[in-house]
């Protein structure tokens, strides 16, 4: 693959895209990068103030809206706004994430934090969203996942990690089951002939808040360490590209995944990026499917 930039991105105009946790980071580039192309971006985060600081200093037709992922009730509050207002959707960037490290912690809906922000949160995003997206000629839904998901494994028994808790084991977990749900999408959309496109995108190693939050509840040490390990990452308009591939570069198929190409996918150009075995397999997909469907109490496909 030739190196990608944002240059080369095709124009926007016409076409709504929704941006998940764009107030900061990797949303925030990403949201920024579409406006400018010419899409109408809707800012979904669950600080408004924070949306709304970041919209002013996007170049481009923004709106923002609240939504709060580790929570049932606001994922349908904001999904029944969004469908009445845009009959039709072009771009779901499912790309806010937490990880949290410490004590176990649970959502609103008493699911494990990273795994109902993460996974839970999105799926049934996505699912609420997914006829205004099919009304689109083609639409694409960009999961983000992570090279943590590589080192992952799912315990279908205990998928809240009731027993044992781990926090960076849960992290990959919530990656690992984002890819997955990112892949069985692909295979459900084209057997049931819909005209959306699921892909999975990471972005190696990038400076953002994800770290220096997750060491919070460590103090000055933890601020200290987090800040170290921002010394091996790339800057965030780089790692923004792979999704920003995923979501508008001509001839992305469904299914496939874009991470950086250089030092294990760290860092560097776009390219395809290689995906953990099981996030591939039929059988994990349909079985977290169904869970999703009956976690979420959200039904599609
Ligand atoms: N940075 C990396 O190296 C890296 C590597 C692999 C994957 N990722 C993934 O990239 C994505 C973006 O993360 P980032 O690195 O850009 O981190 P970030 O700067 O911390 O941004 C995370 C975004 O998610 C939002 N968010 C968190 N919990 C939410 C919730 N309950 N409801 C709605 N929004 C919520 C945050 O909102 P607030 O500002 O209100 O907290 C923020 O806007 C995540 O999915 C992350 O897992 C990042």
Redesign the pocket.
């Known amino acids: 693959m030739t190196e990608w930039t944002v240059d080369r991105m095709p124009d926007q105009h016409g076409r709504v895209a929704v941006v998940?946790?764009?107030?900061?980071?990797?949303?925030l580039v990403t949201a920024t990068e579409l406006a400018r192309r010419g899409a109408h971006v809707v800012l979904?985060?669950?600080?408004t103030a924070?949306g709304e600081q970041a919209a002013l200093g996007i170049d481009g037709d923004t709106e923002v809206r609240e939504?709060?992922?580790?929570s049932l009730d606001s994922v349908r509050a904001f999904a029944a706004k969004l469908v009445a207002d845009h009959p039709a959707i072009d771009l779901l960037v499912n790309?806010?994430?937490?990880?949290l490290l410490g004590q176990r912690r649970t959502s609103a809906d008493g699911f494990e934090l990273q795994f109902a922000?993460?996974v839970l949160?999105h799926f049934a995003l996505t699912g609420l969203l997914l006829d205004n997206l099919a009304a689109v000629r083609e639409a694409r839904v960009v999961g983000?996942?992570?090279?943590?998901h590589k080192n992952a494994h799912l315990d279908f028994d205990d998928l809240m990690f009731e027993r044992g808790y781990r926090a960076a084991a849960a992290y990959g977990r919530s990656?690992l089951a984002t890819t997955v749900l990112g892949i069985e999408l692909d295979r459900r959309l084209r057997s049931a002939g819909l005209p959306v496109v699921s892909v999975l995108a990471?972005?190696?190693?990038?400076?953002?808040?994800?770290?220096p939050?997750a060491w919070e509840h460590r103090g000055r040490l933890g601020q200290l360490i987090a800040r170290l390990g921002l010394l091996a990452?790339q800057s965030?308009e780089r790692?923004a590209l792979p999704q920003l591939y995923a979501a508008t570069a001509d001839g992305v198929r469904g299914g496939q995944f874009f991470g950086p190409a250089g030092l294990a996918e760290t860092r560097g150009r776009v390219t395809e990026a290689r995906l953990n075995r099981d996030a591939a397999d039929p059988a994990i997909g349909r079985r977290l499917w169904a869970a999703a469907e009956e976690l979420t109490d959200v039904s599609y496909l």
């Open positions: 998940t946790g764009a107030n900061s980071g990797l949303g979904a985060v669950r600080d924070a939504l709060n992922l580790a790309n806010a994430g937490v990880v922000t993460n949160g983000l996942s992570s090279i943590t990656k990471h972005p190696g190693l990038t400076r953002t808040n994800l770290t939050r990452t965030v790692g």
